[in-house]
């Protein structure tokens, strides 16, 4: 089982990618309630060079809420982390986490049942793009 589901965007800069999974995100029920520029952070720590890669923290807060009322530790999973990346051959890569691999560990079959309705979104948003 993949952890992830993934596609490449040509044509466009890496800031722009990440404006219209922003935007795709929204449009399936999801905010962005944190960004981490993980570049600048290695820089800024390490002083290491790395490509562009932002982990956007993408929170649905109907089902944020659910799976916190049903588990209340489950938040070690939320949120749904999108991943995009500048690769070396200059296209984008966007990586969105499967909430299926996600909460298997969990074992709870209400928080299973949510993460395959969760998986559907982020595919459309990964499709859509």
Known sequence: ???YSSTILSDTT???ALETVTAELAKEGFGVISE????GTLKKKIDVDFKKYTILGA???GY???ALQTEDKIGVFLPCNVVVIEQSSG???VAAVDPVASMVTADNAELTEM???VQKKLQRVIQAL
């Open 91 to 93: 296209q984008i890569e």
């Open 115 to 117: 993460s395959h309705e």
């Open 1 to 3: 089982m993949s952890y």
């Open 36 to 39: 981490i520029d993980v570049s």
């Open 14 to 16: 890496f800031e722009a």
């Open 59 to 61: 929170c649905n807060p």
């Open 64 to 66: 944020a809420h659910h």
